[in-house]
């Protein structure tokens, strides 16, 4: 796409100068008491926001599974102690999180319906030797065989939390039923010029957003796309179309299909729809979907609308210094969709120089259904 055409301009979403100067230029406001208390964009609660996108995924499904979840957790707050290379914290922690596993299997096995018992079982077994092995680590203080061992605990956990999942957790407006929606979780593999990246996509949060990205990806769509925009610390963004159209049109209807403003608050039972944060009087609300990370897909729409993202997508290229999370303009004006779980080496590399050769859903495409 040429860089002077329309497109680029309709489809920005924040001035690239008040992304770069924002961080550092707000803090300082802020210090100064040059800002209000309570700012007119819209802004995530203060405090360490969870910047690992596999962490968030867990943290965003919907469910109710106290003994995992605190399994979890007490693992993800080893962090600091092995920052800090406080081994016997380390030590007593893990110990704590064998007690709770052989206490609480049985509940935890309870926790899941009948038809996914089985797989719960294989993955319950595998968790016993998993934590043993990061007790070991914490035990002769090797931070990298803890890292792994953490890691793959945590990955088992995660698998265990979403066979917990049972119903699809709200209900889509009906204004929506012509779209395509995720009903679940999909993991797509996307070929670049550079390499592969892995990104899991979240149909449980952002149903509509997710769905419309996967249909694309299942159609094609994405397949010899360059990307049309790369700015360092800011986003990558692809998806424009070849031709005059500037996102996908509908083969049925033979007009561009647009796919409307989505993100869920954290506490609320659905998502909003067309209305950014500023619009419902939630400044310091929480995504459940956040842009708090490298990788963050976040779905693009004009200045003039929130209803006009077709097609374009973007990856958030977070960076603490210069857009930190709770203070950046996209969280609660953009909905994000799902977050690069492999590849970040990859991702680091690519510019407008660079093209997405092939995208394909790898896992949950039958999750994926063409409308309501």
Known sequence: MAQGSGRHVRRRFVDRTVALLLGPLLGLALIAGLLPAEPSWAALPQGNAVKDPSAILRNALPIEAPDLQDLQRRLESTSDDLRAKRWSALASTTKRSQSLLSSRQGAMLAAVPEASKAEAETLLDQLTPQLDALAEASQNEQRDEFLEAR?????????????????????????FDALPRLMGRAT???????????????????????GAFIDLVRRGFYDGLPFIRAEDFYVLQTGDPKGPEEGFIDPSSKQERTVPL?????????????????????????????????????????????????????????EPELTPAGLNLVDGRYAAFGYVVEGMDVLEELTVDDTIVKATVIAGADNLKAHA
């Not at 209305?275 to 310091?284: A, N």
């Not at 990370?293 to 003039?304: K, V």
């Open 151 to 175: 890691r793959n605990a945590l990955d088992t956990i995660g698998a265990l939390e979403e066979l917990q999942v049972q119903a699809f957790p709200f209900a889509i407006p009906a204004e």
């Open 188 to 210: 797509v593999a996307i070929q670049t010029n550079k390499g592969m990246l892995t990104a899991v996509i979240d149909g449980y949060n952002a149903p509509i957003t997710g």
């Open 262 to 318: 989505e993100i869920r608050i954290k506490g609320d039972a659905a998502p909003i729809y067309n209305e950014t944060f500023e619009d419902v009087g939630r400044f310091k609300a929480e995504a459940v979907l956040p842009f708090a990370t490298y990788g963050t897909l976040g779905w693009a729409h004009s200045d003039e609308q929130l209803d006009d993202g077709s097609s374009q997508f973007f990856f958030f290229l977070y």
